[in-house]
C-alpha cells in the first residue's frame, strides 16, 4: 500500500538535531533540497519502534556538523492544505558514516531507531530482597511500572530527559507477572499483545525537552466504522484500488478435540468446533496434546488453537488517498468494504521515503502497514 506524492513543498518537512539531553544543535527545511538531505527515510511505528536514514552534503547542510551518536532527530511534518504542523518522527542516531560519492560530493549519513527503542537498552532485574519483580494490575500499569523501575530508578541507568506518563488505566485487563532478568521491550510487548486492549509509544514533547513513555487506549483516533467520524477506505468513497477478498480453506480445521490430563478411560478430552466454518467449508478434524500444560479451561485453549489453525480470510488493498497527516495517522483504526464484506485495521506503521536525486522535484512515497482487527464477511 504505497503512495507516491510530490514532495518538498515549501514547509512540507522540517528536520532538527538535538543533543542526548535535548539541547538545540540545528534544524533545515526540505524547500531547498540542494542544501538538506540528499536522502531521507524513516519508519514510526506503534507498539515497536522504527527506524530512520538520512545523508547530507558536508559542505553545504547545515545538520552536518551535528549528526553524531546519540543525538535525536525530529521530523515535522505539515501537510497539505493548510494544516497544522505536527512531530511525525523522532529518533535516535546509532551509526555515522562520512564519505565522498562517485560524483565526488562529501556525504555525511546517520542511521538509528525511533525513540521507542529506549525499553530495548534494559533488562528487567529482580526487586531488592527478592527473587523476581513480580507486578499484579491493569496491564497498561504493570508496563509501566517495570519501565519506570528500569529506565528511572537506578541513577547509573537512568536515561536522560525520559519520563513515564501517569497510570491511568488504559487497559481493562488485569494481569499478574514474576520477572527476573528479562528483556525489558519483550515484556513489554508480551503484556501488551496478551491484553490486546492498549498501545505504548514513546514520544517527543512538543517543546522537545524530553521523552515520556505512555500507554493508550488508542494511540491514533479510531475512525472505525460506527465511530464518530468514521473514515472508510472503498471504490465508492475513490481512496482505495485493487482490492482483494479472499477465503482459504486447504488445510484449514474446523474441529479440534483438546486431550487435557489423565490416563487412558480417564483422560479428559473436550471437542471444540467452529460450526460457521463448517457449514462453509466442511469438517475438518486434528488432536492438540494439553497434556503438559494441564490447562483448566481446556475450552478456551481449543478456541485458540482453532483460531490459529483454521479456515481464513482477508480483505487486501491499496490506499489512494494521499492524506497522510490530516485523515490518518500511525496508530489510527479505520475501516475498508468491498464486496459487502467491511475490515477493521490498525495503521501498525507508516514508512516514508523522499527520493531527492532529481532535486528540482523530489519525490516522497508513503507506505503504511495495515493490521487486520477484525473482517465481517
Known amino acids: 500500500m504505497t503512495i507516491t506524492i510530490p514532495a518538498c513543498a515549501e514547509g512540507t518537512l522540517r528536520a532538527v538535531l538535538l543533543s542526548p539531553t535535548h539541547g538545540f544543535l540545528a534544524e533545515s527545511y526540505y524547500e531547498d533540497a540542494r542544501r538538506d538531505f540528499t536522502s531521507l527515510s524513516y519508519v514510526t511505528k506503534v507498539n515497536g519502534w522504527g527506524s530512520f536514514s538520512g545523508a547530507v552534503a558536508l559542505a553545504t547542510s547545515p ?4 549528526m553524531d551518536p546519540n543525538n535525536i532527530l525530529v521530523i515535522y511534518r505539515t501537510p497539505p492544505g ?19 560519492t562517485s560524483t565526488d560530493i562529501e556525504l555525511v ?3 538509528g531507531r525511533e525513540a521507542d ?11 531488592a530482597g527478592s527473587v523476581n519483580n513480580s507486578k499484579t494490575g491493569l496491564a497498561d500499569d ?43 521491550a519483550g515484556v513489554i510487548k508480551n503484556i501488551r499483545d496478551a491484553a490486546d486492549d492498549f498501545d505504548f509509544k514513546i514520544t517527543i514533547l512538543d517543546d522537545l525537552s524530553a521523552f515520556q513513555f505512555a500507554t493508550y487506549e488508542h494511540y491514533g483516533l479510531d475512525r472505525r466504522i460506527g465511530s464518530a467520524s468514521p473514515l472508510i477506505f472503498s471504490l465508492d468513497n475513490r481512496n482505495m484500488q485493487m482490492p482483494r477478498y479472499w477465503r482459504r480453506g486447504y488445510d484449514g480445521i474446523t474441529r479440534i478435540l483438546i486431550l487435557g490430563g489423565g490416563q487412558g478411560l480417564d483422560r479428559t478430552v473436550v471437542t471444540v468446533e467452529n460450526a460457521a466454518a463448517e457449514a462453509l467449508w466442511g469438517f475438518h478434524e486434528q488432536t492438540y496434546d494439553d497434556r503438559e500444560e494441564d490447562t483448566p479451561n481446556l475450552t478456551s485453549v ?9 479456515p481464513t480470510s482477508g480483505l487486501d488493498f491499496e490506499i489512494i488517498s494521499a492524506n497522510y497527516g490530516v485523515e490518518w495517522k500511525v496508530g489510527y483504526k479505520v475501516s475498508a468494504e468491498y464486496a459487502g464484506v467491511e475490515a477493521d485495521y490498525e495503521i501498525e506503521q507508516v514508512r516514508v521515503v523522499v527520493n531527492s536525486e532529481q532535486l528540482e522535484s523530489p519525490i516522497e512515497a508513503i507506505t503504511p502497514d495495515l493490521r487486520l482487527l477484525e473482517l465481517r464477511d
Request: net charge negative.
Open 117 to 127: 527503542s529506549i525499553i530495548n537498552r534494559y533488562f528487567i532485574e529482580p526487586t
Open 109 to 111: 549519513q546517520i542511521y
Open 302 to 310: 481449543g478456541e485458540g488453537v482453532l483460531l490459529e489453525r483454521g
Open 142 to 184: 504493570v508496563v509501566k511500572g517495570y519501565v519506570r523501575d528500569e529506565c528511572l530508578l537506578d541513577p547509573t541507568k537512568v536515561y536522560p530527559n525520559f519520563f513515564v506518563a501517569s497510570d491511568l488505566g488504559e487497559s481493562a485487563t488485569t494481569l499478574s507477572r514474576d520477572i527476573r532478568y528479562e528483556h525489558l
Open 63 to 66: 545538520l552536518a556538523e551535528h
Open 82 to 100: 493548510g494544516a497544522a504542523e505536527y512531530i511525525d518522527f523522532a529518533g535516535i542516531v546509532r551509526r555515522t558514516e562520512r564519505f565522498v
